[in-house]
């Protein structure tokens, strides 16, 4: 069983910034990818970030420039900060992870709003 503990959400102005965690633990052989996933009212789940073991990082377009992965593999925790935040950023932001084998984990997701 493996548990990821999602943090750092929450109601910011149009410019400003939040760092979002994410914490795996439990029966976790090894991590391979980690990665934030976002979803806003009405619409699809959609990539923003992810980040290889060796920290090898990927974007979406819309937040290239503006936010940043990061990951920290002795505490299996993975980052994500985000600046100049718009309010088309508003979502809810899920973490992802990818063992060794293959298998994935989602966490429960931390909601971000961000005000005009």
């Known amino acids: 069983q493996v548990q990821l503990v999602e943090s750092g959400g929450g109601l910011v102005q149009a410019g400003g910034s939040l760092r979002l965690s994410c914490a795996a633990s439990g029966s976790i052989f090894s991590i391979n990818d980690m990665g934030w996933y976002r979803q806003a009212p009405g619409k699809q789940r959609e990539l923003v970030a992810t980040?290889?073991?060796?920290?090898?990082?990927n974007y979406a377009d819309s937040v290239k420039g503006r936010f940043t992965i990061s990951r920290d593999n002795a505490k299996n925790t993975v980052y994500l900060r985000m600046d100049s935040l718009k309010p088309e950023d508003t979502a809810v932001y899920y973490c992802?992870?990818?063992?060794?084998?293959?298998?994935?984990?989602w966490g429960k997701g931390t909601l971000v709003t961000v005000s005009s």
């Open positions: 980040i290889t073991r060796s920290s090898s990082t």
């Open positions: 992802k992870v990818t063992s060794s084998l293959g298998m994935n984990w």
